[in-house]
Nanobody, 117 residues
Framework: QVQLVESGGGLVQAGGSLRLSCAASGLTFSQYHMGWFRQAPGKEREFVGRISWTSTTYYADSVKGRFTISRDNAKNTVYLQMNILKPEDTAVYYC???????????WGQGTQVSVST
């Protein structure tokens, strides 16, 4: 069974940093594009960024220049490095897997990120 498990969330002050991890199992990790999404209370799910199987990255404008996605295929893990965090970054963050760049078929359970003023 495919499983994605996020970790690394927590409470941080504005301007601080966090690194989220997403450990994958049950799939051929190197063949999947991995995406990061977030959902704040009362708002719809928002695309954050993704990394392809060639490690090409793409980011939403709201996080560009502050967030960095990377992957370690040997560890079956994708990372989201978040710098210069803002209160509006507060959300539950999810990782998701897309085989060959198609729909995101697999999702993790999410990890909470809270940014205080």
């Amino acid at each position: 069974q495919v499983q994605l498990v996020e970790s690394g969330g927590g409470l941080v002050q504005a301007g601080g940093s966090l690194r989220l991890s997403c450990a994958a199992s049950g799939l051929t990790f190197s063949q999947y594009h991995m995406g990061w999404f977030r959902q704040a209370p009362g708002k719809e799910r928002e695309f954050v960024g993704r990394i392809s199987w060639t490690s090409t990255t793409y980011y939403a404008d709201s996080v560009k220049g502050r967030f960095t996605i990377s992957r370690d295929n040997a560890k079956n893990t994708v990372y989201l490095q978040m710098n210069i965090l803002k209160p509006e970054d507060t959300a539950v963050y999810y990782c998701a897997a897309s085989e060959f760049g198609g729909d995101y078929n697999y999702w993790g359970q999410g990890t909470q990120v809270s940014v205080s003023t």
